[in-house]
């Protein structure tokens, strides 16, 4: 890789940013270094359709359930159901964005605007006597019975934002072993909330090619450069 190309990345990118990818890599190259780095690109551009697909379905499962059961859309303000400090916060926050951009206050909106992690610590155990197990079969209609419990549902979608968070934050993730297995556990959880939303996704979902051919492509398209 020419001299000049490969400084001109490591000062646009950093070099404590590009440390997490070099104690990693057996080989130092620059060429390999920058190879791995594309890849973490393209491998988190591959995984945001399940996970977008998955944060969409999710509240709106989780919200419209609450509203039924509840009879009321505006569930969240009932500070009987909501307590937790940090999930209060949460709310005070999203109508506060929402306040600013001169948006009316609808149930729609804030659902929309509250984060990922509000609707994950949804799935807490602070939440078993208030929303679960009343909410779970209408939240999560096609998840098998065996399986169907508030603390699974944690436990997965726990998972899943910690994988999130990691791709929203540009850091890296394909030194993960279990990336394939992570892709197919997001697919299933679409699937326990609605399956049409799978089938959605699958016609953009480039996970497994990149995942399977990515690394080799970027090197190759590299080689112009050196």
């Not at 306040?99 to 509000?118: D, M």
């Not at 603390?151 to 998972?159: A, E, P, T, Y």
């Amino acid at each position: 890789m020419q001299a000049d190309f490969a400084t001109k990345l490591e000062q646009a990118l950093s070099t404590e940013r590009l440390a997490a990818y070099r104690q990693r890599l057996e080989q130092d190259g620059n060429r390999n270094l920058f190879s791995y780095y594309a890849w973490n690109m393209a491998l988190s551009e591959s995984l945001y359709p399940v996970l977008q697909a998955l944060e969409v379905a999710l509240r709106n499962g989780i919200h419209n359930a609450a509203s039924r059961h509840f009879g009321r859309e505006d569930w969240y303000d009932d500070h009987h159901i909501i307590q937790h400090r940090n999930d209060v916060a949460a709310l005070e926050k999203a109508k506060g964005i929402l306040t600013r951009q001169r948006k009316a206050l609808e149930p729609g909106r804030i659902v929309a605007e509250l984060n990922f992690g509000f609707w994950t610590s949804m799935l807490d155990k602070r939440y078993e006597q208030v929303l679960w197990p009343q909410l779970i079969k209408t939240a999560f209609p096609y998840m098998p019975k065996t399986i169907r419990t508030r603390k699974v549902l944690s436990r997965r979608f726990h998972k899943i934002r910690q994988l999130r968070n990691r791709i929203f934050h540009h850091e890296p993730i394909w030194y993960w072993q279990d990336l394939s297995q992570q892709h197919e556990q997001i697919l299933e959880a679409i699937c326990w909330i609605e399956p049409a939303i799978k089938d959605l996704v699958m016609t953009v979902d480039r996970f497994p090619p990149i995942y399977q051919n990515g690394l080799q492509e970027i090197e190759q398209q590299l080689e112009k450069f050196c």
